[in-house]
Structures are given as structure tokens and as C-alpha cells.
């Protein structure tokens, strides 16, 4: 049996922590475990040095860290099975409640939008994370896991995207834009030239990369669709007429509405109304009723009521302010009553994101079209 | 990981638990030495226990709460025992029975005939 000197166990134990062995409990049982080799397998007077460099070599392939990497590894995956079952549990209930949530949603039931928002909620901030996870433990290279953290990113981002659309959130175009160039120009490329230069993963990658375009092509489409320019510039007619309509029968009102307090209010914020939105679409508060005036710069499409509307709640006050107001004037006339229901007065706060800019300037005119006629 | 000779490793990788857990529910305690040369000595050598195999599961059985630890100092250096916990004795139950069951399974399966001698 050899008989280890206290510089000689010094050693073994600075060579362990020198070949990155950091975990101070690991470095304590390998140095343990390397000595009894050493004591119960080397002769008497053998080479020290060289016996040791031989036996540690058997305990890795490459290099010693691998037994903490590995160690860190069970350590961290002792949920493994717990991770797996809440990403089934989590996968099946967000396509439970994404396809059921679509289903009501396309019926107008109640409660389409609840099931939506968890379905895709769930789905993309628990389901894709740890699938995420859970998938680059059994990936080898760094460049698979580039490919698949890159994929659950996108996932993430298209469903929420997705989700704020279909709810009429603010910023749901960018973040859809967003993803699409994340899977066009970055995940793509990744994925297309790791693929191809593996010949067993050649044409996969080849058909899949074609097919993943094509898909994201039509989503690509779908974001874009724009409404015809003619539709564009009839709408804009449609709109000036309106005001011009308006300009006309206020000339002709008599002085006594003018004067009116609770006339001059309505009137007011709904012109406000008008011309936040017109300012975020044209950048001019307030159109001209001059025909030939109108130009390319004027068109705008119908959409969301736009940042300057929202900007610090100001268009949503102005609303709800309009909205009292028009109940207390229908109050005083009875003769002359301002139409409410089913219209822009009649609605929630919280459900403006579902009016268009188009259909919120018509409205305004209309109202103020209502004012202008009154005869009191 | 890498437990080797004789059989291939995907048929011992899913093992080293129930072998170190059987080990240890026979000997009270070991050290990670200890239970490797068991290994060797009561299988004539046919399976050999890596360290890098080895060590990991060790620690990872220890945070699951299957095996407590003790340790001696030995001059300069430190003995870890590990002995099952009360959950690690009821683990090692489980385990064995489960892969008693698993290996009539596959007797059953593979259709292997019982050797005589």
C-alpha cells in the first residue's frame, strides 16, 4: 500500500480546483476518492506523478469539469418531471381555452376574450418557456440552443401580438411587425445554415426553412392588408362633406344656441376629439372643407384612433367629459334629443380600443351636425 | 453518464440509482470509493461504476433527501459517508422492486429462457 505525504494530497487538491472543479463538497470527495486509488492500487515507491495523471484521467472524457456540470445539471433538474408535467398541463389547457376562446369569440359569445387571454397567456409566457427549457437540456451544440431560445422568443412574441390585436390593445402591429423580422432575419438565417451543412439534416432543414417562410409570409400579408386607395380617398370625401355640412348649417344657426353654455361645451370636445385624431393621422388639427385643397397628405387609413388619442388618457377624458355633458343636454331638451345608443357615447371606457378613428370623427360630426340643428 | 465495460451504457445509465441505493440499504454506510469497489468486486468486475457517473448522482440524491451524509477527517482530508435517509430506505424499496419487476418484463419480452447451472 502507498502512503500518501500531506504535500502530495496538497497537491492533488490544488490540481482538481486548478482544473475547475469549483463545488468546494465535490472537490472534497474527488480528492477523498483519488487518494484511496492511489493508497490501495500504486506499488510502494511507484511514480507518484504519473500514476496520479493517469488515474484522474479516468474520470471524464474531456476534462474533470464535467463531473461539477453534470453534478449542477441533476441538481437543477430535480423538478425534471415536475417541469414536464406542468408544461403538458399548461399546453393542454392553453389550446383548450385558445380554441374554445376562438370558437366564442367567431359565435360573439360572452367570455371569448377571458378564455383567450389565458389560453395565450399560458401559453406563452409558462407552456413556451419551459419547453424552452426543457428542450436545450436535450439539445448538444450551443447553436441548437441559439435556434431553439430564438423560436420561443418568437413564439412568445407572435402569441402576444396576437393576443393584444385580438383584444385591441395598443401596439399589437408593432409587436406582430417585430416577431416577423425576428423569424425572418434572425431565426431563419440561424436555422437554414446550422441545418444545412449536417448532411443528415440537409433537406429537412431545406423543406422546413421553405415552408416556415411560407408561413410567415402569409402572416406577413395578413399584417399588411391595407383597404384600396380608392376606398382611402372615398372615405376622406365622405368625411369632408360632413364637415362641410356642418360648416354650412352653422353659419345659419341662430345666436340664442350659440350662446348656449352646455352647447359650446359639446361642441368644443368634440372638435378636441377630432382633431387629436386628425393630428396623428395627417398632422393637422383640423381638415379643410376645401375640396381642391385635399391631397395625398390628407389620406389616412382607418385604424385605431392613433398615439396622440391615447397619449396620457387625453382622448379617453375627453370622451367620457363629452359623454356627460351630451346626457345633461338631453336632459334640458327634450324636443331636440342627441341620439346615444349604439354609438361612441354609449360605450365603456375600457372598450375604445374597438371604435376607428373613421368611425370616431363621423361621430363627432354627426353630433355636432345634431347641436347645429336644434331649434330651440 | 459514462458507466461502462462489458454493457453498453444506455443499459446501465438508467441503473446507478437502484444499484447505489441496494448498496447502501446492505452496508448502512459508504464512501464513494467503497461503494465503486463493491461494485466491481460483487459483479467480477462486469460493471465498473465511473466517478464522473458516480459523483453527480450522489449529490442529487443527497438534495433529493434520499441519502444523509457524515463526514471523518482523515489526516489532511475528508471522508464523506452516505447512508440512506428514512424516504432514501422506502426509494431503495421502490427501486428494486420496480426493476425485479422491470427484468421478468423483459425475460417475458424477449422471450429469455432461464439458465440452467
Redesign the interface.
Known amino acids: 500500500m502507498y502512503s500518501l505525504s500531506e504535500q502530495q494530497i496538497d497537491f492533488i487538491l490544488r490540481d482538481i480546483k486548478s482544473r475547475g472543479v469549483e463545488m468546494e463538497d465535490l472537490q472534497v470527495s474527488l480528492l477523498d476518492h483519488i487518494c484511496c486509488i492511489i493508497e490501495c492500487e500504486l506499488e510502494p515507491g511507484g511514480d507518484f506523478e504519473s500514476f496520479y495523471r493517469k488515474t484522474v484521467s479516468r474520470f471524464f472524457k474531456k476534462e474533470l469539469r464535467e463531473i461539477e456540470e453534470e453534478t449542477i445539471l441533476l441538481l437543477t433538474f430535480k423538478n425534471y418531471y415536475a417541469m414536464k408535467k406542468t408544461m403538458i398541463i399548461t399546453g393542454g389547457t392553453s389550446v383548450v381555452g385558445f380554441i374554445a376562446g376562438s370558437f366564442f369569440k367567431i359565435m360573439h359569445w360572452p367570455g371569448a376574450n377571458v378564455m383567450l387571454l389565458l389560453g395565450i397567456t399560458i401559453a406563452s409566457l409558462v407552456f413556451l418557456p419551459l419547453l424552452f427549457i426543457l428542450k436545450t437540456k436535450e439539445a448538444n451544440s450551443t447553436r441548437d440552443k441559439i435556434v431553439l431560445g430564438v423560436a420561443t422568443f418568437f413564439g412568445m412574441l407572435i402569441s402576444l401580438a396576437t393576443l393584444f390585436k385580438v383584444l385591441h390593445w395598443p401596439y399589437a402591429n408593432n409587436m406582430w411587425l417585430i416577431s416577423l423580422g425576428i423569424l425572418f432575419f434572425i431565426f431563419l438565417p440561424i436555422y437554414f445554415f446550422s441545418g444545412i451543412r449536417n448532411a443528415e439534416t440537409k433537406i429537412n432543414t431545406i423543406t422546413s426553412s421553405m415552408l416556415i417562410l411560407f408561413a410567415g409570409g402569409l402572416l406577413f400579408t395578413l399584417s399588411n392588408i391595407r383597404p384600396s386607395k380608392q376606398i382611402v380617398i372615398n372615405n376622406l370625401y365622405a368625411y369632408v362633406q360632413s364637415e362641410d355640412l356642418l360648416k354650412r348649417m352653422q353659419e345659419r344657426m341662430s345666436d340664442s344656441i350659440k350662446a348656449d353654455a352646455l352647447y359650446s361645451k359639446i361642441n368644443a370636445d368634440c372638435q378636441k376629439i377630432k382633431s387629436l385624431i386628425l393630428q396623428d393621422e395627417t398632422g393637422i388639427k383640423a381638415i379643410s372643407t376645401k375640396y381642391e385643397n385635399l391631397d395625398e397628405s390628407m389620406f389616412f387609413t382607418e385604424g385605431g384612433l392613433g398615439g396622440e388619442f391615447y397619449d396620457k388618457g387625453e382622448g379617453a377624458q375627453l370622451l367620457s367629459d363629452l359623454q356627460a355633458a351630451v346626457v345633461k343636454y338631453n336632459a334640458s331638451n327634450s324636443s331636440a334629443q342627441i341620439p346615444v345608443a349604439y354609438s361612441v357615447l354609449d360605450i365603456d371606457m375600457s372598450k375604445i380600443g374597438q371604435y376607428t378613428n373613421l368611425s370616431v370623427l363621423n361621430s363627432m360630426v354627426r353630433i355636432q351636425m345634431f347641436l347645429a340643428s336644434a331649434e330651440k | 453518464?459514462?458507466v461502462y465495460i462489458m454493457y453498453s451504457s444506455e443499459l446501465i445509465k438508467g441503473t446507478l440509482k437502484t444499484i447505489v441505493l441496494k448498496l447502501l440499504s446492505d452496508n448502512q454506510k459508504m464512501?464513494?470509493?467503497e461503494i465503486t469497489q463493491k461494485v466491481k468486486e460483487l459483479t467480477g468486475d462486469k460493471i465498473q461504476i465511473?466517478?464522473?457517473?458516480l459523483?453527480?448522482?450522489?449529490?442529487?440524491l443527497e438534495?433529493?433527501g434520499i441519502l444523509s451524509t457524515e463526514?471523518v477527517n482523515?489526516?489532511?482530508?475528508?471522508?464523506?459517508y452516505y447512508s440512506l435517509t428514512k424516504k432514501g430506505k422506502s426509494t431503495s424499496r421502490e427501486k428494486v422492486s420496480e426493476f425485479a419487476d422491470f427484468m421478468n418484463t423483459m425475460k417475458f419480452l424477449l422471450d429469455i429462457k432461464p439458465q440452467l447451472g
Do not use: D, N, Q
Open positions: 453518464m459514462y464512501y464513494g470509493y465511473t466517478e464522473g457517473a459523483y453527480p448522482s450522489l449529490h442529487s438534495a433529493e463526514t482523515i489526516g489532511k482530508r475528508v471522508r464523506k
